[in-house]
Each structure stands twice: as C-alpha cells, then as structure tokens.
C-alpha cells in the first residue's frame, strides 16, 4: 500500500509559480510511474503530467507543455510539479498518482493522494 501527500498548493497571481511536491511512502517508490492530475470544479479529473519509474521519459498535456516540469528524487520518494507562468485555467485541485510499472495519461493509477489547491488570480 503506497500513501501518496501533496504539498506547495496555494493562491498565486497569474504569471506567477508554483512547486508542488508529493512524498510517497508505504511502497518501492523506484517502481511506480508518478503522475500529476487536476480537477477543476464541474469538470473531470484530467493528465498533466507524468514520469517513468527511472525518470528518463516525462509527458506534459499540451496545455501545460513548456510551462509545468515533472520531476522525480527516488532517493527521498519524492515527485515534484514545477509551474510557471501560472493563468486563471490552471485553477484546480492537483492529484499525485502512483502507478506500478507503465505511465497512463488516463485515471488508471494504483494510488493517489488527497490533493491540493491551486488557485490563480487574474
């Protein structure tokens, strides 16, 4: 059983950044593809960003790409979402999921965390 926290959420500017990190625990860390997922309100939970189990391969939603980086630290079980320049739409809650062997750019994760806000002002 891998427990999944999410930290670094909060109200930025638009423009701004943010660093959301999610410690992991309970697992192989090392084994598990890591992904990061938002849900806006009335809206379906969507992909954002993931990484392979090694780190060597990272994915990005079109909507994210050249703004958000994924990365990983197997040593500390830790993956970390890096977000710049922050617009209104990226308003949601942000999900860490953890998924054994291959990364998905659905919901088909084995874990996940609790979640946190991320609310960008106009």
């Known amino acids: 059983q891998v427990q999944l926290v999410e930290s670094g959420g909060g109200l930025v500017q638009a423009g701004g950044s943010l660093r959301l990190s999610c410690a992991a625990s309970g697992g192989t860390f090392s084994s598990y593809a890591m992904g990061w997922f938002r849900q806006a309100p009335g809206k379906e939970r969507e992909f954002v960003a993931a990484?392979?189990?090694?780190?060597?391969?990272?994915y990005y939603a079109d909507s994210v790409k050249g703004r958000f980086t994924i990365s990983r630290d197997n040593a500390k079980n830790t993956v970390i979402l890096q977000m710049n320049s922050l617009k209104p739409e990226d308003t949601a809650v942000y999900y860490c999921a953890a998924r054994l062997t291959s990364v998905r750019f659905t919901t088909e994760y084995d874990y996940w965390g609790q979640g946190t806000q991320v609310t960008v002002s106009s």
């Open positions: 990484v392979t189990w090694g780190g060597s391969n990272k």
